[in-house]
C-alpha cells in the first residue's frame, strides 16, 4: 500500500517575512483538519526558474507569487488563465496533475468578494469608480471592475504616463486625470480605491485632498498595515461605507487553497484574527 503523499504549498517572494499567507492557509488546513503545510519561502529572482520548476518534484501542488515575481512567472508557466493575461501578472501557481505549470490570478476575484462581503449595498453598475495608483494592483482592479458592470473608472497616478498605459490596454471606459486633480473626482463617483502603497507604514501618506467625498461612497483601501488608513478614517468620518484591504488578501487564497488542497474554506472572523495574529 502507498503512503498518501503530505501536499505542500507556499508563498514565494523577497522579501516574504511581512507574509500572512502562512497564518492564513495554516488556520484553514488546520480547521479543517487537512494533511499538509503551507511554507514562505524567499527566492531571488535569479533563481526563479530553478525554484518553480524543481518544487512540484518535492510534492508542491501550488504556491502563491508575491511581489517582485508576479509578472517574471507568466513566461515560466505552459498554461496562463484569461485573466491573469489580462491583468499581466500571477498571484497563483497550480502543479497539476499531468506535470504542466498553470498560472492564475485570484486577486481581482479576492477584490470583487471582498466589496461585497464589506459594502453589501454596492451595486457595480450605479456609478463610476475612482482608482487611486497605476501598479500591477490597479490592473487587477480595473479588470475585475470593468468585469462585474462598472460604467466608468476614473484613474489617477502620479506618474500620468504609467495611467495612461493602463487607458491604452483597458479601452475607453478608463479616463485618466492628472495627480494633482485627484480630489475633484470623489464627488463625482460611487466608488473609491486606493490601490497605491500611499498610507502603509513606512510609506508617505495619502496627500489626495479628501473633502470632496459623500456620505454614501463606498471607499476602500489595499493597504491593511495598517488596517484603518488615514484615507478610511477620513472617509469614516464623512459617512463613507469602508472596507479595509485584510479582506482582499482572504479572499483571494479562497480559490488557491480550495485547488490545492480540497476543501472550499471560508472567510470569517476566525480567518480574519488567524491573519492578523
Known sequence: ??????????????PISHSKSPQLHGHWLKTHGLPGYYIPMDVSSDNLRQVI???????????NITIPHKEA????????????TLIGAANTLIFRKDGKIQADNTDGYGFIENLKSGAPDWIPTQGPAAILGAGGAARAVIASLLDAGVPEILLSNRTRVRAEKLK??????????DWVQAGNILEEVALVVNTSSLGMIGKPEMRVPLDGLRAGTVVT?????????????????LGCV????LGMLLHQAVPAFERWFGVRPTVDSATRAAALR
Do not use: C
Request: glycine share 10%.
Open 1 to 14: 500500500m502507498t503512503a498518501q503523499k503530505i501536499p505542500l504549498a507556499g508563498v514565494i517572494g523577497s
Open 53 to 63: 520548476t524543481t518544487l512540484p518534484k518535492m510534492g508542491f501542488v501550488g504556491v
Open 73 to 84: 512567472v507568466l513566461g515560466l508557466a505552459d498554461i496562463v488563465t484569461d485573466r491573469a
Open 168 to 177: 491604452s490596454d483597458f479601452g475607453n471606459r478608463v479616463q485618466v486625470v
Open 221 to 237: 483601501d489595499l493597504v491593511y498595515t495598517p488596517l484603518k488608513t488615514r484615507l478610511l478614517t477620513t472617509a469614516e468620518d
Open 242 to 245: 469602508t472596507v479595509d484591504g
